[in-house]
């Protein structure tokens, strides 16, 4: 791999890393302890929301931004011929 290809593989993969982390803020920081006053006026299964998105849905979510990252990284590694397919 070149150095082009190299500075443009880890310029993508940071700004993966940017956007998925900023995601994960907003849902663990933003809504379970900025927003949880106004979101506790929402009942989810007997719960209120912010109660949840504090308790439980950071941590889905942050599950869910593993399998996206992996996701983006085997296509950014195919794009960039550095899979382990290619390997």
Do not use: C, H
Not at 26 to 34: A, E, K, T
Not at 48 to 70: E, H
């Amino acid at each position: 791999m070149s150095d082009k290809d190299l500075k443009g593989y880890w310029k993508k993969n940071l700004r993966y890393l940017g956007i998925l982390l900023t995601i994960w803020f907003v849902v663990s920081y933003g809504f379970g302890i900025l927003l949880a006053p106004e979101l506790n006026a929402i009942r989810v299964g007997g719960f209120k929301l912010g109660f949840w998105f504090a308790q439980q849905g950071s941590i889905y979510t942050f599950v869910i931004l593993i399998f996206v990252y992996v996701f983006l990284m085997n296509r950014l590694d195919k794009e960039y011929g550095v899979s382990e397919e290619d390997a």
